[in-house]
């Protein structure tokens, strides 16, 4: 009889392993089809099972696949996206090809192009920022000047807030145009440049699997004109009211875009009109997101995930009630990692579930205003939000490093004490 394979389609920094291991546990054989298998250090390790194959290419997808069929029996098919997030519908495609459960390709084509996301919100009355398409310079000026500044210039498609600035002036605006459209943005069709009104207020992001809510956390971020997570947060410190006017517009998303399959992320400011919807991810959440729904509430959204593709009854049932908490470490500076230490010392402490780095001595450091800006997080989790602040401070407390700024710029060393050391960091109150 053969063995039984989850195909997973490219890979991810910090949900491959997850895949690849509950995938393990289920009795099934993880297979990885990347265009790039080397770029990702977990499918180096024994016993992970990689094919070369470009991608972007359903055909050859669905031939490589096609001949993994002749050997495995195929249970499922999934797959990660990096700043291209297209490959959540190729992954629905190959499943309607291969009459396995996924996701519906239009639905999730729909959402990645965050233009016609809008549109589809906008036409179910589903709040959401004042926002302009603009193609060029003249047409982010001419949108930011109806929109009315401060306002957000980001890509109409990707991931990570990768190419997203805050713009609160008019050079600010320029800046970012240039940009975007002067050849440092890398777009992988022909620009386009949604140009919203800046939604202020506490970010809060809905996890849901199907139709169910499974926890709505709360986050924060640097200083701007960046967005990048200082702090996560499972659950968020609301009350059942807030709660549910968060839910009932979550599934208000799942119905204007025809989702309900598998998992999603919707984010939220929380401004004077209440929840305001920035994006519909029709995704899990990346970074440590799925382990803080773990720990705060018993549910593992990778495992149930896989059980749904590959025919499986899922249990969505909550069996804890904690508090837990990721707080990131930030470079404060360019220039090269001469070291950085304390990690174990922190890991050692009470209630501190993870603490992983994501970068080695003597890596080059260039911050880019986004979730590459991150050098590694700390997950704390205990019975209440006191207590898991608490321990998350002491442990960040613990670790140290220093960067040497690159010769170009300017000489000697700085030691940055810890990364909160810069920027206070504050649940979201309302």
């Given at each position: 009889?053969?063995?039984?394979?989850?195909?997973?389609?490219?890979?991810?920094?910090?949900?491959?392993?997850?895949?690849?291991?509950?995938?393990?546990?289920?009795?099934?054989?993880?297979?990885?089809?990347?265009?790039d298998p080397a770029g990702y250090d977990y499918l180096a390790i024994e016993g992970n099972e990689t094919i070369r194959v470009d991608t972007d290419n359903l055909d050859a997808l669905?031939?490589?696949?096609?001949?993994?069929?002749?050997?495995?029996?195929?249970?499922?098919?999934t797959g990660f996206a990096g700043e291209d997030e297209s490959v959540y519908a190729t992954v629905g495609k190959l499943c309607r090809y291969f009459d396995l459960p996924?996701?519906?390709?239009?639905?999730?084509?729909?959402?990645?192009?965050?233009?016609?996301?809008?549109?589809?919100?906008?036409?179910?009355?589903?709040?959401?920022?004042?926002?302009?398409?603009?193609?060029?310079?003249?047409?982010?000026?001419?949108?930011?000047?109806?929109?009315?500044?401060?306002?957000?210039?980001?890509?109409?498609?990707?991931?990570?807030?990768?190419?997203?600035?805050?713009?609160?002036?008019?050079?600010?605006?320029?800046?970012?145009?240039?940009?975007?459209?002067?050849?440092?943005?890398?777009?992988?069709?022909?620009?386009?440049?949604?140009?919203?009104?800046?939604?202020?207020?506490?970010?809060?992001?809905?996890?849901?699997?199907?139709?169910?809510?499974?926890?709505?956390?709360?986050?924060?971020?640097?200083?701007?004109?960046?967005?990048?997570?200082?702090?996560?947060?499972?659950?968020?410190?609301?009350?059942?009211?807030?709660?549910?006017?968060?839910?009932?517009?979550?599934?208000?998303?799942?119905?204007?875009?025809?989702?309900?399959?598998?998992?999603?992320?919707?984010?939220?400011?929380?401004?004077?009109?209440?929840?305001?919807?920035?994006?519909?991810?029709?995704?899990?959440?990346?970074?440590?997101?799925?382990?803080?729904?773990?720990?705060?509430?018993?549910?593992?959204?990778?495992?149930?995930?896989?059980?749904?593709?590959?025919?499986?009854?899922?249990?969505?049932?909550?069996?804890?009630?904690?508090?837990?908490?990721?707080?990131?470490?930030?470079?404060?500076?360019?220039?090269?990692?001469?070291?950085?230490?304390?990690?174990?010392?922190?890991?050692?402490?009470?209630?501190?579930?993870?603490?992983?780095?994501?970068?080695?001595?003597?890596?080059?450091?260039?911050?880019?205003?986004?979730?590459?800006?991150?050098?590694?997080?700390?997950?704390?989790?205990?019975?209440?939000?006191?207590?898991?602040?608490?321990?998350?401070?002491?442990?960040?407390?613990?670790?140290?490093?220093?960067?040497?700024?690159?010769?170009?710029?300017?000489?000697?060393?700085?030691?940055?004490?810890?990364?909160?050391?810069?920027?206070?960091?504050?649940?979201?109150?309302?």
């Amino acid at each position: 009889m053969p063995a039984t394979a989850l195909i997973l389609i490219e890979g991810h920094s910090r949900l491959g392993p997850l895949y690849v291991k509950a995938a393990q546990r289920l009795g099934l054989h993880p297979i990885t089809l990347s265009a790039d298998p080397a770029g990702y250090d977990y499918l180096a390790i024994e016993g992970n099972e990689t094919i070369r194959v470009d991608t972007d290419n359903l055909d050859a997808l669905i031939h490589e696949c096609s001949q993994l069929g002749k050997g495995y029996h195929i249970a499922g098919i999934t797959g990660f996206a990096g700043e291209d997030e297209s490959v959540y519908a190729t992954v629905g495609k190959l499943c309607r090809y291969f009459d396995l459960p996924g996701p519906n390709p239009t639905s999730v084509e729909q959402c990645y192009d965050k233009f016609i996301q809008r549109q589809l919100l906008t036409q179910a009355g589903v709040p959401m920022p004042t926002y302009r398409l603009a193609t060029n310079a003249t047409n982010v000026e001419s949108s930011a000047a109806e929109i009315g500044l401060p306002v957000i210039l980001k890509p109409a498609s990707g991931s990570g807030s990768i190419g997203v600035r805050l713009c609160r002036n008019a050079d600010e605006l320029a800046e970012h145009t240039t940009y975007l459209l002067g050849g440092k943005h890398i777009w992988r069709s022909s620009p386009r440049i949604l140009v919203e009104e800046f939604a202020q207020g506490p970010y809060y992001s809905a996890d849901i699997m199907g139709e169910e809510i499974i926890g709505i956390a709360a986050g924060n971020f640097g200083r701007p004109p960046h967005f990048v997570f200082r702090e996560y947060l499972h659950p968020a410190p609301l009350n059942d009211g807030d709660f549910k006017r968060i839910a009932d517009v979550s599934l208000s998303c799942l119905r204007a875009l025809d989702l309900g399959w598998g998992p999603t992320n919707i984010e939220f400011r929380w401004t004077k009109r209440g929840p305001v919807v920035i994006e519909v991810n029709p995704r899990l959440a990346g970074g440590p997101n799925p382990r803080l729904v773990q720990l705060a509430y018993g549910v593992d959204l990778v495992t149930e995930h896989i059980k749904l593709l590959i025919g499986e009854e899922w249990n969505l049932s909550r069996r804890l009630s904690n508090v837990a908490a990721a707080r990131f470490l930030i470079a404060d500076q360019d220039g090269t990692l001469d070291w950085i230490n304390g990690d174990g010392r922190a890991a050692a402490l009470p209630r501190v579930d993870e603490v992983e780095l994501y970068v080695n001595a003597k890596t080059p450091i260039v911050r880019n205003g986004d979730y590459r800006d991150r050098i590694g997080h700390v997950i704390a989790t205990s019975p209440s939000l006191a207590q898991t602040e608490a321990i998350l401070e002491r442990a960040v407390n613990m670790i140290s490093w220093s960067i040497s700024p690159f010769p170009t710029l300017c000489e000697g060393q700085t030691t940055a004490p810890h990364p909160s050391a810069s920027v206070e960091v504050e649940l979201p109150k309302k």
